[in-house]
Every structure is written in C-alpha cells, then in structure tokens.
C-alpha cells in the first residue's frame, strides 16, 4: 500500500498568511480490487499550508505507489486524505478525486480533512 | 418497472466522515410514454453516505431497467430518488437528471431526497 | 399574440417534493417590431411545480405562436413569465432569455415570476 | 468625446417587476492615448431598469462614438457607468468591460453604479 | 530578483468608486530552483485601486524580470503579492498563479493581500 | 415562395482573379411541409464571382422569404442553388445547408451549381 | 432483427444534380450480443440519391428497430449499408458508425456501398 | 487609403528553402462603405517569401491605417493581397479575410496573388 | 512483455466488402525504460480486415499487459503494429499512439503495417 | 546561440519500415532582437528516422538553450530544421513553429528538411 512515508515537505515561505495551495495530479492510477482492471483519476489536492508545504516530487512518487493496488474509489480518496492530513497538520485541506468513466459511469469523490472526528 | 432490490450497498469506509461521493452515469435512456419514442439522460447521483455505499455495477443495472420502461421525465427522476434514498438512507442526496434535446427542447430535472414530507 | 390558452398541464408527479423542472427551448424565433427582421433566442423555463406540470409539446406550440409576432425582448420575456406563472401557480418560477447577436449585441433577460406585485 | 445624449430611453414595459437585463457588445474598440494604438473590449451592460429601459441601436452608436477616442482601460469603464446611471437612473446597473489581449495581458475592469458616492 | 522598483502607478481615474480591476498576464516565466528547468504560468492580478492604479507596462517588465530567477511556486506567488500591496496600498488584492502542468501536475496559488499581519 | 428577384448585384472589384467568397447565413428558418413545424439551418454560400457579386442585405431579405415557406431540406438547398446560380452566372458556387437536429437527426445536404445539366 | 421494409422514400426533388444528403442520428442503440450490456452509436448516411430519398421519419424507425437487438458493431454498420443501399439505390452511399466509449475504447466503422462485389 | 509605403521588409534568412510563413492579425477593423457601421475581421497572410520576409510592425500598422477607411469586403480582400504582392514579390502569397457576422452572416474571401493576369 | 497470444479473433461478418474497422483506446500505461516513471498513451487502431476481426476484450487485455513494461514510445507503437499484423493478416492496418504530455512534450508515433519488407 | 551538439540520438528501432514520429514542445521560449521581449512558441518535429531517432530529454535541452537568444522568428525555425536535419539525417523532416500573439498577430512558420539546396 503507498506508504505516507514518501511525502517530504518543506517550510511555508509566507505562514504568516492564509494562502490557497492547489496542485492537481493528471496521471493517478489504480486497480480495481473486484475485477483487476485498471482505473485512472485526476486527483486534486487544495489545502491552506500550516507550517509545511508538501513537495511536489515527493507528491507524484506517493501517488505512483497506488499503481498496483486494488483499493475503491472510495477508499482511496479517503486515504489520500488521511496521509496528506497527517503529513503537513494543514489548516484546511480537500481532496477532489475524478475517476474516468467505466461502465458508462464517471465518479467524483470529495473529502475534507478535519483534526476533529465527528458521529 | 426497475426494481430497486437490484440496488447493492457496501460499507462505507470513512463513516467518521462526511465526504461527497458523485456518480454520473451518461448512457440512461426510456421510453416516453405518450409517443413511445425513446428518450436519453445523463443521470448524477450525488450523496453524502451513511452506513453504506451504492454498489457501481448495480447502480448501473437498475439504471438498464428503465430501458424499455414508459415513464415521464418528472416521474422518473423522482422514483431514482425515492429509490437510492431508501436503499441507502444517506446523509444527504441529490439526482439531476439532464435529458436530451426532444423537439427544440432540453430539460434538466433535480430533486432532494429529505426523510421529512413536505405539505 | 401567442394564446396562453394553447399550455396545458399535467398532475405534478410528486407534489410533496420541492424539485426543479427545467425546459431550454432552442428554437424561439419571433419578430423586431421596429424593422420587421426576424430574432432568434434560447428560452429556459425553470420552476418548481405546484399542482401541475407544463406539458412539453404545448409549450412548444405555445412558442411556435410568437413566430410571426413583433415584440421587444423585454416584453416577450414579461409576456412568457406572466403566461406560464398564470397556467402553472408554481412555487417559484424563473424565464431566461438569451437572444442571440443583432447589431454586435447578444442579450440575456431574465424575469422570476412573484404572487406579490411590487412598488 | 463620447457623448452620452446619444442614448435614448423607452418605457419599461414591467416597471412592476425587477428584472435583469443584460446586454453585451462584442465590437468595442477605442485607443490607448500612450501609444496610439487600438484596444478592442466586449462590454456588458446589465441592469435592472428603472421608468426606462435603454434603446439598443442608440447604445451601440453610443459604442461607436469611442472608436477614435484615445481613453485608459478604467476611465473608459468609468465613464461608460456613469453616462449609462445618468440615462437611465437604473435601480442596479453593472458594467463589465473585457479588454483583448495586449503585450501578453488581457484585462476585465467592472463597475457598479450607484446614488451613493463613497470616500 | 524581480525589483519591486520597476511597477510605476497612475492615479485612479474614478477612487470614489469601489470597482474591480483585474489584469491577466499569459507569459509568465521562471526557473525552478531545484532543476533549473523553466516553469510558465498565468498570473491574474485582481484588486480594488486606493488612490493609485498599476501601469500595465511596467507590470510587464516587473513580470519579465523573473525570467531567470529561481523561485518556487508558492514563494513567486507571494512575492508578487507583497511587491504589489506595497507598491499600491489597493483597497483590496487578490494574486492567483497558474502553474503549467510539471510532471503530471498543474498548480494553482492564491494569495490575498492584507495589511494586517496574521498569527 | 422566396423570389430569386429580391437578389441584387455588384461589380465584381477583381474579375481579373479567381478568388473564393463565402457568405454563411446563421438565422435561415423555413417549415416542415408534413407537419407545419419550423425548420433551423446555416446555409453556407460559397462562390468564385463572375461579373457580379450578391449583394449582403437583399441575400438576407431572401433567405428571410423562406420564413413562412413549406419546404422539404433537400429541396430548399437545391432551389436556393439554382436561383443564386441564375442571379450570378458564377465561375463555381457551392451551397452548404447545414439543418439543426430534429428528432435525433441533424442533416446537411449540399450541392453545386453547374450550366452543364446532368443525366 | 431491424426490418428494411420500414423504409420509406420519396422522389428526389432535383434527379439532374450529383448532390450529397448527410442524415446523422444522435440516438441509435443496440445490444451487445456478448453480454447483454446497450451500445451507444450515433450513425451518419452520407449519400447521393438516385430516383430517391429516404424520407427521414421512416429511417429514425428503422434505426429504433434496433434497440433491443443483439449485435456486433461491425455487423451493424454493414446491415444497414446492405439495407439503405437496396432501398435507395443510390448513386453512392456511406455509413459512419461512431461507437460511444466501452471498457477504454470508442470504436467507429465505415462501410461503403457499391453494386460491384468484391473478393 | 491605407498606403502600401507602410510595409516594410527584411531579407528572407533562408532563401534557399521553400518554407511557409503564416501571419494572422486578429483586430482588423475597417467601415461599411454603405452604412458607416464598423466592420472586424481576422486576416491571415500566409506566403512563401522570395528575397523578402515583411516585417511584422509595418504589417501591423498597415492594418491599422484601413480603421477609418470605407470599404466592401471583397475589395478589402484584394487590395491587402495586391499591396502584399507588389511589396514582396513572394513565391507563392494567400490573404484569407474572415469577416465577423453582420445581420446574421459571416463571410470569409480568399485571394491568391499571381503574376499572371487571369482573364 | 505483452504475450500477443492473448489477442483473440472472430470472423469477418462482411469479407466481401472493403470497410474501416477503428478501435481507440484511452487509457494505455507502460513504463519509461530510463526513469521508471509512468507513461500515458491513446491508442488508434485502424484496419480493414481479412478473414478475421480482432475481439475487443481481448485487445484491451492485451494492451493493460503493457502496464509495468519498460518501453520507448517507438518501440511500443511498432510492436503493436506487428503483433496485430501478425494476428489479423488485415488488409490493411495503422497504428496511431498518442503520448500524454512529459517535460513539456507531447508525441504521436504512427506506423503502417506492411508485409513487404522495407530496405 | 543553441548548440546542436546538445542534441543526442538512439538507433531506430524499427528501421525496416517508414513511420511517422512527431514531438510537439509546448515551452519554447526566445527573445525578440528588436524589442528584447520575450516571444512563446509551440514546436512540433515531425519526422521519418534514417538509422537514428531524436532523445526526448536532450531535445528539451536543447530547446530551451535558446531561452535568452535573440532570434526572428523565421530564423529560429529555419536552425531548428538545419540542426535537426544535421543530426538526424532523416528520411524526412518537417518543422512547425507556432509563435504566439503579440501586437494583435500570431504567426505560424513551417519548414521541410532536404539534402538538395534550392536556387
């Protein structure tokens, strides 16, 4: 399973204000964990920085690590999430993952980080 | 008419959160029941998942029993939401239904599933 | 002058939702009462049903009839927002009216119909 | 000098109602008075109209009258504000200019009328 | 590194009026830091003048003058806005900076100008 | 039925070249003879001039002439051929007659003006 | 399986002339034979008519024909090849079957008529 | 008249190469020698250059100079491709002039330079 | 490396005619032999058949079987065109690979199946 | 000024048939000679290999080597095409440089490699 290990950060260079960072990966795929197919993705990955910014090679590396795992929409973009958020403490982020059509069907998976758990 | 005992669900992976899950399915299509001339639609599904997910693949067959059924653009959106909102009692959901252009006219038909009646 | 009388209804198929219908008819066409040239315009009809539903085919008819008609964009669109609210009582209902170019011009107006008269 | 008596008036054919009008030119064009040069814009004019609504062929001989006027970007957009206010005396008025492409930028200067004058 | 020296202002034309302006730049250009390659992005400037408004040439000079600089995206960014709040006390500043897509990725920073310092 | 007399003519400003002219008209409507709803097409004139070239307004005044007309596509394409290539005795003239879709079909029919009959 | 017999044509209005008629459906659909799952196409027939054309209500019902039928889209688009060139007899006929996406693939198949066999 | 002394030339850098130089100039505006209303258009000269390449700002200014000047498209057409000529005496010289839509209709002329008279 | 083996055939429904048969793939994966890093392509097939047509689920197999290969863009376009060349004995057969953007690039590799050798 | 010796080559893999490669760059960036302003182009190598194909990244370096080079556009394709044509010898070659907008034009030159000088 991609290990959060990957991400590397670097410091804020304005932490002094809110600003929106928003880096949108064009190449994300996966494999289907019932029928083995290949599934594809556009990720978008938006957050106000804390005190660390994600860097951009490390990025693309962690999301290569989903290649060859068999992981739902659901799930992934939720990991996704989970990582990004433990990684760089953000103040706000949000993950928008776009699954390419399959079945007649294209998907959209929405989630937002939150250091509070909620129900 | 498409029964909704066709609907599967799975466990939602992340009920700790309320994340926005949004399937577009582009290949609807019925049959109006005044001239018997079939008619398209792009159906979205848009919901916040409670206990359970709706399962993609019979999503996409209760979706194929509307093929030859006769059924209005009003009603047929609305019975997809009555539909999904009782399978899935989610947190909260949407249907837009884009129908395509019959006679000079496109037509777009969103309804909200809500468990509270209204008038 | 286009007869509100040719728009028929039909029962509103679920009456205890407050869903939106929208109709985009393509192919209006009336006249400019200035210089008799013919204008074209998109014509989106967006309400939330009360008892009854437009009838698609009347509608259409019900546009045909301003073919040959001379009326300013202004007024056509009050005309049309005035019509469909009469026939319908909708719980909202919104007319948007894009004319297309004329003179390096295109126009958009757009009207909400209101139970309550204003100033 | 552009000169606003160009702009002619007719009666508002639903003063009982608040609608929008809008109306875009696609042809405008004036001259930077640094270099000389043309500058091309698409101008929108939207507004709810007050007693009166604006003529459409007097607004685009109102349009034409720039055409070798030499004007800054934000005094053009300024001006035409406030000439269209004065005619009008709208109950909004919104003027949305979109200046092509020049030295690698392109530019939107908008502004509001309004009674009220500010600072 | 781009001097802040180079942007000239003009005075606004209309200060007694809050309206928007927002300058477009398609060619923007720098180095990135790590690699040495070139990254390009559009950069959009969007604020409300205070008494002074930017001069759109010597924009484009302050602009080219990171050609070669090496810089990361989301420190351009808020050089940008820093340089430009300083230079124009504006009302109001938005910067959002388009970064071409790199190795998968494109990008988007958005910073707001304000003149109180935060945390 | 639209008189090929309304077509006006001018001298050709470069009989000496072979040179392409093509004149798109975007608003043409005629009706259905079989049930009386209105037709949309964009008819494209393309023409090598002889001694004469068609005059703008009076082409547009007798594409108008078609309003009210009950035509069938393909002989609506081939009158309008027939008559232009009578009013002009062009070098080569081609008419393109592209016909919005109307129950599922879009259609373009297209035909070129000859002096030498065929068959 | 669809009925040729369904077929209906009308004199061609202008015999002497080599014209070309294009009629392109929006909305055939077939099943696949395979799985069962519908297969989406939108079809053109590009044609120059012999002592007749397909009149076009008749051939937007001999296309519905196929809806429910079971069939591969290269044996499709040569049924109805063989079908409209044995009831039109035309001069010259193609059919351009442009299959909507299945599994990462879109497909299309042409097929042209001739009298001559082949191979 | 716009004076063909404005163009100015440099020597062609690769003489000994038959290549294709493709110039389209997109704020070309001249007025209607009937009506006095403005007229746009996009004007592509593409040539193969003999001893001379035309320099790209006396190109621009060239344009520039029909702004005020009344003329038919067709003669506008032939002027800008008989001035081209003269000037560069090209291998081979296209102007396509690409009039913005007037009264409903676009227009598109073609002219190519030779130095055989024809006719 | 893909095992053409698992390409699978059925038979020509219509050998005695010459038509087009074009499978498009979008979502092709291998890997870039120096880097490691993923490659994204679009895949076109097109070809007339011989006695036999390729099954569409066996090629898109045969295609996700490049998924972790190392291999140039060359490289895979022309194995393509051979094995299928192989398979198919077509009459005809194109390989056209479009590869996704990398390091500011994009790149089309097409070639021809022939059995004749060439120098 | 770029040098060619930048460029590296790897043997054609398929050096038995004639295929087509085409790389497109999307970041080309030069000087202009006269004003010192920055000029944008896409660049697309179209091309036949002999014995050698062109390596992607050497290719980058390559281009972006004329980065600070003050060039007209004419003669920066015009030493693409000698340098590429130098390096590879190529069966055939074909540059497309299209030069972005400035001063209201963009411009497109295309040049084809041969080994026989012209005039």
Redesign the interface.
């Known amino acids: 399973m991609a290990d959060p290990k990957i991400l590397e950060t ?1 410091p ?16 994300f ?1 996966s494999v289907c964990p019932m029928t083995g ?2 599934d ?1 993705a556009t990720i978008t990955v938006r957050y106000v ?1 804390g005190k660390n ?1 994600v860097e ?2 490390s ?2 590396l962690y999301f ?1 690590a989903f ?2 795992e068999g992981i ?4 992934a ?2 990991k996704i ?1 989970d990582d990004l958020g433990t990684a760089l403490k953000p103040r706000s982020l949000t993950i928008i993952a776009n699954w ?13 980080y ?1 250091t509070k ?3």
């Open positions: 670097f804020n260079p304005a932490p002094q204000r809110d600003y929106v960072i928003e880096h949108t990966h064009h190449e795929t197919h290949p594809f920085a910014c951009l090679k990025l693309k290569h290649r060859n739902f929409f659901e799930a973009t939720n999430c390419k059509a399959r079945g007649g069907f294209s998907s959209v998976v929405t989630a937002e939150s758990k909620k129900r």
